[in-house]
């Protein structure tokens, strides 16, 4: 098998068996070595947000010292979640490669398949409400950004 | 206009004025009390995940030691991006209250727009190429997780 998905189900495992989190490791690579490896760790950390493959992103960002990874790839043990999927295209990551997915994480209980359901505009049963307020006093922010100087994209 | 919102919009200059991130600002509440609040910072930090709700999330889960938010609301300075929103999701927050909207920011450049449309399916221009490898070894993982006596969901 894969050696890079085999470290990244070595870190779920690890993670599985000290009940630090769900059964899900990620690896970073870049010119075929490992940058950054992680697993989910949101019951030790207690943040919804430590999933396996934005704690990789984190760790490699920390260690390349910049937030554009797209010269990095990205093994995940799971098909990323909404939320994963996303930061790995805010970090312009461009190649993922993944062993389950997301039917087979739903099937025990994950959340995956109702957040895709949702951003893809199935309003049944949506979790969240959301209103629209202050939008005129919340514009002046992004015309600020918009004529900042020395402001960096990301 | 509203408090929260106020103090959302004076953290998200606070960080574009010290070039910590873009112009972006969250607060979570409970009980009409602020919990955390925080800023983008990407670029301080180099986390392309340091969006302003994913650290307010992440300070308020460490503040209230859990992982489940349900009591809790978010104020944003702007609608949230797919990876902010599905955060929302897993942190079983039911109302977001935002400022200005997705076209808003994709005007001065951001692609929470783009990352909207890949989730919705529209695989033009996909930024990201994602294979499935090594199912039959990450399959074990999640059969452990389901049969693990002490596992946790979240």
Same mark, same amino acid.
């Given at each position: /098998?894969?050696?890079? /998905?085999?470290?990244?189900?070595?870190? #779920?495992?690890?993670?599985? %068996? @000290?009940?630090?989190?769900?059964?899900?490791?990620? !690896? !970073?690579?870049?010119? $075929?070595? !490992?940058?950054? #490896?992680?697993?989910?760790?949101?019951?030790?950390?207690?943040?919804?947000?430590?999933?396996?493959?934005?704690?990789?992103?984190?760790?490699?960002?920390?260690?390349?010292?910049?937030?554009?990874?797209?010269? =990095?790839?990205?093994?995940?043990?799971? @098909? &990323? =979640? &909404? /939320?994963?999927?996303?930061?790995? =295209?805010? #970090?312009?990551?461009?190649?993922?490669?993944?062993?389950?997915?997301?039917?087979? !994480?739903?099937?025990?209980?994950? $959340? $995956? %398949?109702?957040?895709?359901? /949702?951003?893809?505009? %199935?309003?049944?049963?949506? &979790?969240?409400?959301? *209103?629209?307020? %202050?939008?005129? @006093?919340? *514009?002046?922010?992004?015309?600020?950004?918009?004529?900042? &100087?020395?402001?960096?994209?990301?």
């Amino acid at each position: /098998m894969n050696r890079f /998905m085999e470290i990244a189900i070595r870190e #779920a495992r690890e993670g599985m %068996d @000290q009940n630090e989190g769900g059964p899900f490791g990620a !690896v !970073v690579i870049r010119d $075929d070595s !490992v940058i950054s #490896a992680a697993h989910n760790e949101v019951l030790k950390t207690n943040d919804p947000s430590a999933h396996a493959e934005i704690l990789a992103i984190r760790r490699a960002s920390a260690i390349l010292e910049r937030f554009d990874l797209s010269d =990095c790839e990205i093994y995940t043990t799971s @098909q &990323p =979640c &909404p /939320m994963c999927l996303s930061a790995i =295209c805010w #970090a312009r990551i461009k190649k993922i490669y993944y062993g389950t997915t997301t039917t087979n !994480v739903t099937e025990i209980g994950f $959340d $995956d %398949d109702r957040i895709y359901r /949702m951003l893809r505009g %199935d309003t049944e049963n949506l &979790p969240i409400n959301c *209103e629209n307020i %202050d939008s005129d @006093q919340c *514009e002046p922010l992004l015309q600020e950004w918009k004529l900042k &100087p020395d402001r960096t994209m990301y």
